[in-house]
């Protein structure tokens, strides 16, 4: 058996990323940076209110309470018209500009109108009372108070979020430089499987690899492709695998990786692939196909469906992020407290055991999320961590344990 780490490796080691694309900003959720993002602008780029209020000139108001006359009204998206003069403020709403001759924003809950009238022409003007003093700058926001021009914004390798596409949009980019988001073909094998809701005949299963792994490469941030169901046929594996071959940056397969007389998935990309079939000290998810047909990587996972998407996580998904130029590809552990005792029987293997973890105690905490049976998809279900359990004996209660925090 062959050591975790060493697999991880070989895996990483034949996806590389790809090359860099130029996508528009509205589709960059979750891609990475290929080039450094330097800001063209200040923002914002002009000083600008966080208060509705009143500007006024702060010198006025040192011996607040004080009235002042009130000569215009500025909404956000509209420029001053006129300068605050002494004895002078401008009613002002969050986000507009500060008019020339004010120097700081009283908030409107801090004033109150005296004299009702029109700001200008005929007739008596509005007077605001100011209740309080403030200093100069009091509520602006000056220019460039989120980021000046020629700031090193984001560098390369920066998976891009909500907040990072709002930053991008802020500095007017329509599109982006990153490494391209994978399409990425899923496919189920093996004569026992169906998928049509049909009554089950004498050794049949229902197909629930392809659904789960379509729906982990979703999370992955890739575009999943389903290929489909494929029958024990050596023709219909190889015509599916050539489909997602022509269609899809990398495959994702499940079943038909073992040593068995029907595993046809293993001699099909034998004979059209650069395989290499191997056996990993883990547990679930030992046996691992990975390599290439042409220039697209291959993942050859076990047909069980917890060593499926145990091997989903521990190598495919680590591949695939590598491929779209994740600069840590690999999910981290954390450290955390067994909450309950964490039993095994030593051989040879590193256990990863499904589990449910829980903030406790100003840490993490962790039990098991049921049965750990390769087959038992149910606790997986429950599962958002997966417990690092090295060989020997297992954790007790209490004791250190790393984990792989799933959501």
């Not at 602008?41 to 966080?50: L, R």
């Not at 003007?125 to 090193?152: F, K, M, W």
């Not at 050794?203 to 290929?227: C, E, F, Y």
Request: hydrophobic share 45%; net charge negative; charged share 20%.
């Amino acid at each position: 058996m062959l050591p975790l780490e060493a697999v991880r490796e070989f895996v990483l080691d034949r996806c590389p990323a790809r090359t860099p694309v130029s996508v528009p900003v509205a589709d960059a959720l979750g891609l990475v940076t290929a080039s450094e993002i330097i800001s063209a602008e200040a923002i914002p780029q002009f000083a600008n209110t966080a208060m509705d209020g009143f500007a006024v000139r702060s010198a006025d108001v040192v011996d607040a309470p004080c009235d002042l006359r009130v000569i215009e009204t500025i909404a956000a998206g509209h420029a001053p018209q006129v300068t605050v003069g002494p004895g002078e403020a401008s009613r002002i709403m969050t986000g507009a500009t500060i008019p020339p001759g004010a120097d700081a924003v009283v908030m409107v809950e801090r004033t109150s109108i005296v004299t009702d009238g029109p700001a200008s022409g005929d007739g008596a003007a509005e007077i605001v009372r100011v209740e309080v003093s403030v200093p100069s700058g009091n509520h602006v926001r000056p220019v460039g108070d989120d980021l000046h021009a020629g700031t090193h914004v984001f560098g390369v390798g920066t998976e891009l979020t909500a907040g990072h596409l709002g930053v991008l949009c802020s500095l007017g980019m329509t599109e982006v430089e990153v490494f391209p988001r994978l399409r990425v073909g899923v496919l189920s094998t093996g004569d026992e499987l169906v998928d049509d809701g049909s009554p089950l005949r004498p050794g049949q299963i229902r197909d629930s690899n392809r659904r789960t792994l379509l729906a982990l490469a979703h999370r992955a941030d890739v575009i999943p492709v389903d290929l489909g169901l494929s029958p024990d046929e050596p023709d219909k594996i190889e015509a599916a695998i050539s489909t997602g071959i022509d269609t899809c940056d990398a495959i994702v397969t499940s079943g038909g990786v073992s040593m068995g007389d029907f595993d046809y998935v293993k001699a099909v990309l034998d004979r059209i692939g650069d395989m290499r079939w191997m056996q990993v000290a883990i547990k679930p998810a030992k046996p691992l196909a990975f390599g290439t047909v042409g220039d697209v990587p291959v993942f050859g996972l076990p047909g069980n469906p917890v060593s499926s998407m145990v091997s989903f996580e521990l190598f495919a998904r680590p591949g695939l992020r590598s491929m779209m130029g994740h600069p840590d590809p690999v999910r981290p552990t954390v450290a955390a407290t067994a909450a309950e005792d964490l039993p095994r029987r030593a051989d040879g293997k590193t256990h990863f055991m499904r589990v449910l973890a829980t903030s406790a105690n100003g840490g993490i905490e962790v039990r098991s999320a049921g049965g750990q049976g390769s087959h038992m998809l149910w606790a997986m279900a429950k599962a958002n961590a997966l417990a690092v359990v090295p060989d020997g004996d297992g954790v007790r209660a209490g004791g250190p344990v790393d984990v792989l925090l799933l959501d």
